[in-house]
Each structure stands twice: as C-alpha cells, then as structure tokens.
C-alpha cells in the first residue's frame, strides 16, 4: 500500500510540546539537550516543565489541544511524567533515558551520541503510548491527499 503524499505546506504536520525534566543529573540534562535539538529540527516545541508545575493556564490549555505531547524524562523518578498527568495533560510520548540504556550519572557526563540516540527515539516513536493515536482531524473536503485544505496547490 503506498504512503499517501506529504504536504510540503505544513497543514498537516503534527503540533507537539516536548517537556524535558531537566534535572540536575546528566539524564536531565540531557532530556534538555535533546529537546532543544528536536525544537531546531522542526519536531515540536520545547516546553517548560515548571511552568506546567505551577499550572500557567496557556501552557495547560495548549498542552491539552496539542496533537502529542512528548515527556523526556530522565531517571524512573518520572518527574515530568508526574506533572503532565496531575494538571491533566494527556502524556502521546514518553521517554525514560535511563531505560534507553544512558547511565545516570553527573550532570556533565554526556555525550553528542547520548544526544542522538534521544532525538532518534523520539523521531522513531519509541516512548508512543498505544492510546496515543494520531488524530484525523484535517479532512479539508478536497482530493490533493494531504488533507490540510490547500486544494492540492501545496
């Protein structure tokens, strides 16, 4: 079955949040690395977990309506699994650094590979929960396939 085209519009891109833990250990830091990288590669966008601890009303409201939201968390402690759930914020994504195989350690025992094997396993859907199905919400009525309401123009 071949893949339906993509559109080079943008429309249909999915829209996520990623919140890093961002502790104190290397795992932490790296959760912040990572998604920094993932911002720049057009992924999503990096979050603050702690404006989401403090309940900032914006951040709430757009992390419920996003398509995904991604939760890079460092150590099996899951802080920042922990404060998406209590204000309510449906996890798509979850990621523990500690089960990718990184060793928690000091805050400066990283690695550009370390970096890379997160991005990767975002990029692959590794950490995708199994209720987290992608949303169809862009029908746009028209037959160009991307679904995103250009007319087949993109």
């Given at each position: ?15 996520r ?10 795992t932490?830091?790296?959760?912040n690395l ?10 999503g966008s ?11 009303e914006?951040l ?7 398509d ?8 099996p402690?899951?802080?920042?699994k ?14 523990i ?15 550009q590979?370390?970096?890379e094997?997160?991005?990767a396993?975002?990029?692959?859907g ?5 209720t ?11 037959n160009?396939?991307?679904?995103c309401g ?5």
């Amino acid at each position: 079955m071949a893949e339906a085209p993509s559109c080079s519009c943008g429309q249909n891109e999915k829209k996520r949040i990623i919140f890093p833990c961002a502790g104190q250990a290397n795992t932490g830091q790296l959760t912040n690395l990572a998604a920094i990288q993932l911002t720049e590669e057009g992924y999503g966008s990096i979050a603050c977990v702690a404006l989401l601890a403090i309940g900032s009303e914006g951040l709430v409201r757009n992390a419920k309506v996003v398509d995904e939201v991604v939760v890079l968390d460092g150590c099996p402690m899951l802080c920042a699994k922990k404060i998406a759930e209590a204000q309510g914020v449906p996890v798509g994504q979850h990621l523990i650094l500690t089960e990718l195989g990184i060793t928690k350690g000091p805050s400066k025992d990283y690695t550009q590979d370390d970096v890379e094997k997160i991005v990767a396993a975002c990029w692959k859907g590794e950490g995708r929960t199994k209720t987290a199905a992608p949303p169809d919400k862009k029908s746009g009525g028209n037959n160009s396939g991307c679904g995103c309401g250009c007319g087949g123009t993109c």
